[in-house]
């Protein structure tokens, strides 16, 4: 599988756009959109086109090792995008360990969606803090985690830079950015619910078609039988009013 354009969007639009090497909140060099590789004090990029080559190789590089842990594993679209917007923040190895990856891999979505908010802390200046930016950054990752192959969605790219180097999660039990990842969650999905305004009426029209059709089915030959009875209750009633009008002779 590889990163979709949506999914593209969203790691650009939060990473941001620097086309200046610059310290992000966990001191890590970087530039462009997020790229770290070999990158140092002074380094510049001639234009944002320059910087969108680097990060289409990046998530070249990225898109390959995620689906390489996916494997075997029944993945959306939206799913991998999410996971690949997350392992590009937090790096490969620890994507590995994570346990985005294990609860995915065991089927358990809603419990995938809730572990994204883990992952919102890192070091600065040498303390270990929650950051806004990684914060809303996990709840749209979330929310597009759970998201319909039809209702793609994308947050707004934060004020701040991400932090290239984002801290481990910490068991569930002890933290209270659990708590918290789940609120993100609720909180990227009511977003990308109101992106979505403009096309609610045709999902509920889908849904409701789905609904009906359910029913259909489930109702099968008794429906039919239903359906029958009326059109040769029908069909006598009809002929006998034209009898009596005299409209149908009798040999």
Not at 45 to 65: G, I, Q
Not at 79 to 101: C, H, Q, R, W, Y
């Amino acid at each position: 599988m590889k990163i979709s354009p949506k999914g593209r969007d969203l790691i650009a639009e939060f990473e941001g756009l620097r086309l200046t090497a610059y310290l992000c909140p966990a001191g890590v060099w970087t530039i462009g959109y997020g790229h770290t590789r070999g990158v140092k004090p002074g380094d510049t990029l001639d234009s944002p086109t320059h910087a969108k080559v680097l990060l289409d190789e990046d998530l070249a590089e990225w898109a390959a090792d995620v689906a390489k842990l996916l494997e075997g594993t029944n993945t959306t679209q939206h799913e991998f995008d999410a996971m690949g917007s997350l392992a590009f923040n937090i790096g490969v190895p620890g994507f590995s360990k994570s346990t985005v990856l294990r609860l995915h891999k065991a089927g358990d979505k809603n419990g995938a969606a809730r572990a994204f908010g883990m992952w919102n802390k890192a070091t600065v200046n040498g303390k270990l803090v929650e950051l806004a930016g990684l914060t809303r950054r996990r709840a749209a990752e979330a929310a597009l985690y759970l998201t319909p192959d039809m209702l793609i969605a994308t947050q707004d790219a934060p004020a701040l830079p991400m932090p290239q180097e984002v801290k481990a999660e910490v068991k569930a039990s002890s933290s209270q950015s659990v708590i918290a990842g789940g609120v993100s969650v609720a909180a990227g999905a009511s977003t990308i619910a109101a992106q979505i305004d403009t096309i609610t009426p045709v999902i509920q029209s889908v849904t409701t078609f789905g609904a009906s059709l359910n029913s259909v089915m489930k109702l099968g030959a008794l429906t039919l039988s239903i359906v029958a009875f009326v059109a040769v209750g029908y069909m006598l009633i009809r002929y006998i009013i034209k009898k009596r009008r005299g409209e149908i002779v009798s040999s």
